[in-house]
């Protein structure tokens, strides 16, 4: 009988190792959920490895979603349990299925304006006029995402709005327009420009943003609604779960 060559097992890179041991520790409660890790300069000593190799080894935590950066404030431990069980490839609110944070508060801006060539290229007809809305979403007075809509004034006439209540057109915003939607074009971009179009409220310390469009029809093809949502890529995720 041949003998059997057996493949040596590489040895493990060092960065490895060291996020093996940052991993084993965090889920063992060595660091508390919503903790903050030591310094760097503290944590690297006290694993006796250089701060290149340490960097290296939380860039890799962060990237599996258990540790998160803070510009100013040092590395925090991430919780592990969340309630956003569903991702993008379901119909609904994208700010709340992909931003970290609970969002409290939603401070809202409206206008109507003549209809541009460029605003009937995004509706794929044209309009005479255009409602223009500005969403800035908070936690704690903070603002954390944005969202511009373009709304066709044929949307405002079909579903009977009242622009000047608020509140009926949040709800006509955040929940009715994904129930009445049958069919939604989502398309997902990164994006520097996240805090110069939310105008009046900064959105993050870093100008890198996901940036997902939405285009909302509802029994034909062209939209009711369009959608764009500007995410932090430092406090947001974004998931799908497709099925088969």
Not at 89 to 94: D, L, T
Not at 139 to 146: I, L
Not at 166 to 173: A, G, I, R, T
Request: proline share 4%.
């Amino acid at each position: 009988m041949n003998d059997i060559n057996l493949i040596q097992k590489p040895k493990e890179l060092r960065y490895v190792t060291v996020y093996n041991k940052l991993f084993k520790m965090i889920n063992e409660g060595t660091f508390a959920e919503g903790s903050r890790l030591p310094t760097e300069p503290e944590l690297a000593k006290f694993i006796g490895v250089s701060r290149t190799t340490l960097r290296q080894a939380l860039a890799l935590l962060q990237d599996d979603g258990l540790v998160k950066n803070i510009r100013g404030k040092g590395n925090f431990i991430v919780k592990s349990k969340t309630n956003k069980l569903d991702g993008l490839e379901k119909i609904g609110h994208p700010v709340y299925k992909c931003i970290d944070d609970v969002i409290d508060d939603v401070e809202f801006a409206l206008r109507i304006e003549p209809s541009t060539d460029y605003f009937n290229q995004i509706l794929i007809k044209k309009t005479a006029a255009v409602v223009l809305i500005d969403r800035w979403y908070k936690t704690k007075e903070n603002t954390v995402a944005y969202t511009f809509t373009l709304i066709p004034i044929e949307t405002i006439s079909k579903f009977n709005i009242n622009l000047n209540n608020k509140d009926e057109v949040l709800k006509f915003l955040e929940n009715d327009i994904y129930e009445l939607a049958n069919n939604v074009l989502t398309e997902i971009k990164y994006s520097t420009s996240g805090n110069f179009a939310a105008k009046k409220h900064q959105i993050s310390s870093e100008d890198k943003f996901h940036l997902i469009q939405e285009t909302i029809c509802k029994d034909d093809n062209f939209p009711i609604v369009s959608n764009k949502h500007y995410l932090p890529i430092k406090s947001s995720s974004i998931k799908l779960c497709p099925v088969k």
